[in-house]
C-alpha cells in the first residue's frame, strides 16, 4: 500500500478577509512563547508552530482502518506578518520555551487611518498577541515533514 501523502499548505493574506481563511488553517496549532520574535528593523513579527492539518481530517478514519496507525496530522509551519508597527503581548510569559501555547483564532479589524489593521492571536487560557500592521501581508507555509498525533482538537460546545 502506497503511503498516505501530505501536500504542503502555502497561503498568503493580504486583507482581512483573507486573515480568517489563515485563521481557521492555522486553529489549534501549538508552539511556545520562545517559537514568536518581532523583528522592528524588518517590520516583522514571525513565528514557528505546529499546525494540526484539519484539512485531511475526512481522511482520519480512513488511515485508522487502512494503516492502523494513528490517524491525525500536525506539521511544522511558519508564519510571518510584515509591515508590523508594534508588538503588544498579555498572559504570555516572554521566551518561555516550556509552557505550550495553542493558537485559537486570528482576530483582524480594520483601522480607521494608521495603522491600517490591529491582528490579534488569540490563544487558549486568555493570552494574546496584538500586531499593529501597516497593511496586511501574512504568509504562512509548511516546513517541515507532518507526523502523526493521537488525538484531535476538541472544543466545548459552547451552544
Not at 10 to 15: H, N, P, Q, S
Not at 39 to 57: C, G, H, K, S, Y
Not at 90 to 110: H, K, M, W
Request: aromatic fraction near 6%; charged fraction near 25%; include cysteine.
Amino acid at each position: 500500500m502506497a503511503p498516505v501523502r501530505f501536500p504542503p499548505l502555502k497561503l498568503r493574506a493580504e486583507d482581512v478577509e483573507d486573515i480568517t481563511v489563515l485563521s481557521a488553517c492555522l486553529q489549534d496549532a501549538t508552539l511556545h512563547a520562545a517559537d514568536m520574535t518581532f523583528q522592528p528593523r524588518q517590520r516583522r513579527f514571525a513565528l514557528v508552530l505546529n499546525r494540526f492539518r484539519w484539512e485531511d481530517e475526512h481522511l482520519a478514519d480512513t488511515r485508522r482502518s487502512l494503516i492502523r496507525a494513528v490517524p491525525h496530522v500536525r506539521v511544522p509551519a511558519g508564519l510571518h506578518f510584515e509591515g508590523v508597527l508594534k508588538v503588544q503581548a498579555s498572559g504570555i510569559a516572554q521566551g518561555d520555551a516550556r509552557t505550550p501555547l495553542e493558537l485559537l483564532s486570528i482576530i483582524a479589524e480594520p483601522g480607521a487611518e494608521a495603522p491600517a489593521a490591529q491582528l490579534t492571536l488569540v490563544f487558549a487560557g486568555g493570552g494574546a498577541v496584538r500586531l499593529d500592521v501597516e497593511c496586511v501581508d501574512a504568509q504562512m507555509q509548511d516546513i517541515g515533514q507532518p507526523y502523526p498525533v493521537r488525538l484531535a482538537p476538541k472544543h466545548k460546545d459552547v451552544s
